[in-house]
């Protein structure tokens, strides 16, 4: 109603989209930042904004041609961003990325970042002769505080741990040929559907050469750019060690996974060590190595932080279920693992330590899952029970929100609990009642780009037919 009566209001179409976001709807949020832009496409906030919501939407190539009303002409507005150190547009681009399982565009988003915060820091020397001369002591000496923790700020966060998440993910599935990657289901393809796929699919391979291609000579004419300003500086500037290009699919098949990972965990181990979520992906990266005492190092820093968290259970059972089934562990090593997790454990079991957490965190669905997915991993005949109470929706339950009921929806379709038939339809349907507008539970149709198109213009044109008849 309000929008109909003042439909020239950006606020109001900002407002919805931040509706539609929460409830979970990427797509219908951006599609209303969008309109929000398009009455002032002058107004630097709101396109900034309606970019946000299209990386939040998957849309990159439309976020990209968004942002380049306001980028320099005659360079690629992805190019000009990375050079303004646009660093909030990058980490939008590296996790949506992600979601699309692109690994190679992600890290290669996550390692740019990463590079603008290693400029910053060379950057302090050509402050230095200018501060000395200005005597603007007192900012110069918070500069250089600034950058001892420069590493902490929250950009740095959020692409490391995109990064590492990334990282595992190649650890545990590594990525196989790309001819494997583009294997068609042919079986039920009539030879008109087939002719018109494989047309399609030589189209895409031949626009993503081409696209290579451009990059690479952009990226050509910007080192030859850069070669020609090292002339004109100092000799020490002109023996610098050129930076490595950055090729998606040199990131993604990185022969050492793990380690690239830890590259981007140790600042975070160093500046970051108060939250939680540092100690766990060190975890996950040391469970991976096989590395016991540091696994019980990160058990320890997230137990003195959070011993009540969900996935420090999580990953205390694990790390007690790893040190059973080894058998060559070291004496003096299991003497030092015994004392150091006896505080933690109070003598109990894994099976104890879990029935506890769970009669503990009962009403909490985080906890709740993370409880019953060490359940199963302790005891495979107790599928049936773990199913029955995870896909259990009640109003008793306490932090009942669509990520979660997303990750388990994700874990049944997974595996992790077994095979499990129909369950994972029932709790998508369950889900889908409880957050009708969120699409992580639709259906295939219901996601399609064609359905929404057509939903998101009937709407637009329901609301313009009610502003002209107001």
């Given at each position: 109603?309000?929008?109909?009566?003042?439909?020239?209001?950006?606020?109001?179409?900002?407002?919805?989209?931040?509706?539609?976001?929460?409830?979970?709807?990427?797509?219908?949020?951006?599609?209303?930042l969008?309109?929000?832009?398009?009455?002032?496409?002058?107004?630097?906030?709101?396109?900034?904004?309606?970019?946000?919501?299209m990386?939040?939407?998957?849309?990159?190539?439309?976020?990209?041609?968004?942002?380049?009303?306001?980028?320099?002409?005659?360079?690629s507005?992805?190019e000009?961003?990375?050079?303004?150190?646009?660093?909030?547009?990058?980490?939008?681009?590296?996790?949506?990325?992600?979601r699309?399982?692109?690994?190679?565009?992600?890290?290669?988003?996550?390692?740019?970042?990463?590079?603008?915060?290693?400029?910053?820091?060379?950057?302090?020397f050509?402050?230095?002769t200018?501060?000395?001369?200005?005597m603007?002591?007192?900012?110069?000496?918070?500069?250089?505080?600034?950058?001892?923790?420069?590493?902490?700020?929250?950009?740095?966060f959020?692409?490391?741990?995109?990064?590492?998440?990334?990282?595992?993910?190649?650890?545990d599935?590594?990525?196989?040929?790309?001819?494997?990657?583009?294997?068609?289901?042919?079986?039920?393809?009539a030879?008109?559907q087939?002719?018109?796929?494989?047309?399609?699919?030589?189209?895409?391979?031949?626009?993503?050469?081409?696209e290579?291609?451009?990059?690479?000579?952009?990226?050509?004419?910007?080192?030859?750019?850069?070669?020609?300003?090292?002339?004109?500086?100092?000799?020490?500037?002109?023996?610098?060690?050129?930076?490595?290009?950055?090729?998606?699919?040199?990131?993604?098949?990185?022969?050492?996974?793990?380690?690239?990972?830890?590259?981007?965990?140790?600042?975070?181990?160093?500046?970051a060590?108060?939250?939680?979520?540092?100690?766990?992906?060190?975890?996950?990266i040391?469970?991976?190595?096989?590395?016991?005492?540091?696994?019980?190092?990160?058990?320890?820093?997230?137990?003195?932080?959070?011993?009540?968290?969900?996935?420090?259970?999580?990953?205390?059972?694990?790390?007690?279920?790893?040190?059973?089934?080894?058998?060559?562990?070291?004496?003096?090593?299991?003497?030092?693992?015994?004392?150091?997790?006896?505080?933690?454990?109070g003598?109990?079991?894994?099976?104890?330590?879990?029935?506890?957490?769970?009669?503990?965190?009962?009403?909490?669905?985080?906890?709740?899952?993370?409880?019953?997915?060490?359940?199963?991993?302790?005891?495979?005949?107790?599928?049936?029970?773990?199913?029955?109470?995870?896909?259990?929706?009640?109003?008793?339950?306490?932090?009942?929100?669509?990520q979660?009921?997303?990750?388990?929806?994700?874990?049944?379709?997974?595996?992790?609990?077994?095979?499990?038939?129909d369950?994972?339809?029932?709790?998508?349907?369950?889900?889908?009642?409880r957050?009708?507008?969120a699409t992580a539970?639709?259906?295939?149709?219901?996601?399609?780009?064609?359905?929404?198109?057509?939903?998101?213009?009937?709407?637009?044109?329901?609301?313009?037919?009610?502003?002209?008849?107001?």
């Amino acid at each position: 109603m309000a929008i109909a009566h003042t439909p020239t209001l950006i606020e109001l179409f900002v407002t919805k989209g931040r509706i539609f976001k929460h409830a979970g709807d990427a797509y219908e949020a951006y599609k209303w930042l969008d309109e929000a832009q398009g009455l002032d496409t002058a107004d630097r906030y709101i396109n900034s904004k309606c970019a946000k919501y299209m990386l939040r939407a998957n849309l990159i190539k439309e976020a990209e041609e968004t942002c380049s009303k306001f980028t320099r002409e005659g360079v690629s507005p992805m190019e000009n961003l990375n050079e303004m150190q646009c660093m909030w547009f990058q980490t939008e681009c590296a996790l949506a990325y992600q979601r699309l399982g692109k690994w190679g565009e992600s890290l290669k988003k996550c390692h740019e970042v990463d590079r603008h915060f290693t400029e910053i820091i060379d950057d302090q020397f050509d402050f230095h002769t200018y501060c000395m001369r200005k005597m603007t002591l007192r900012s110069y000496v918070n500069l250089l505080r600034l950058e001892d923790v420069l590493r902490s700020h929250p950009f740095y966060f959020r692409v490391a741990r995109c990064a590492i998440q990334v990282y595992l993910h190649l650890h545990d599935k590594p990525p196989t040929d790309a001819s494997s990657n583009n294997e068609l289901d042919t079986g039920n393809l009539a030879p008109g559907q087939l002719k018109k796929m494989l047309n399609k699919q030589r189209k895409a391979q031949r626009k993503a050469q081409e696209e290579k291609a451009q990059a690479l000579a952009a990226q050509e004419k910007r080192d030859m750019h850069k070669n020609r300003q090292q002339v004109t500086n100092t000799s020490d500037e002109a023996d610098a060690m050129p930076l490595d290009e950055l090729l998606p699919e040199k990131l993604e098949r990185v022969e050492d996974p793990l380690e690239q990972s830890i590259k981007f965990l140790k600042p975070l181990q160093e500046l970051a060590s108060d939250n939680i979520e540092t100690h766990l992906m060190a975890f996950e990266i040391y469970y991976r190595k096989d590395k016991l005492l540091l696994m019980l190092q990160s058990i320890k820093r997230t137990h003195r932080i959070c011993p009540d968290h969900p996935m420090f259970h999580s990953c205390l059972i694990r790390f007690m279920e790893k040190l059973l089934k080894l058998d060559n562990i070291q004496e003096e090593m299991q003497l030092v693992l015994n004392k150091q997790l006896e505080p933690i454990l109070g003598g109990m079991s894994a099976a104890e330590i879990n029935l506890q957490f769970l009669n503990k965190h009962h009403k909490s669905l985080p906890s709740l899952v993370q409880g019953l997915k060490m359940k199963y991993k302790l005891d495979n005949s107790s599928q049936q029970e773990v199913l029955d109470q995870i896909t259990k929706l009640d109003d008793s339950l306490e932090d009942v929100n669509i990520q979660t009921c997303t990750d388990i929806l994700n874990s049944l379709i997974n595996g992790e609990f077994g095979e499990v038939g129909d369950v994972a339809e029932e709790y998508r349907k369950t889900c889908y009642k409880r957050f009708p507008l969120a699409t992580a539970f639709h259906t295939d149709q219901d996601r399609s780009p064609m359905a929404f198109w057509s939903n998101s213009y009937k709407t637009l044109n329901e609301t313009h037919d009610n502003c002209v008849s107001n």
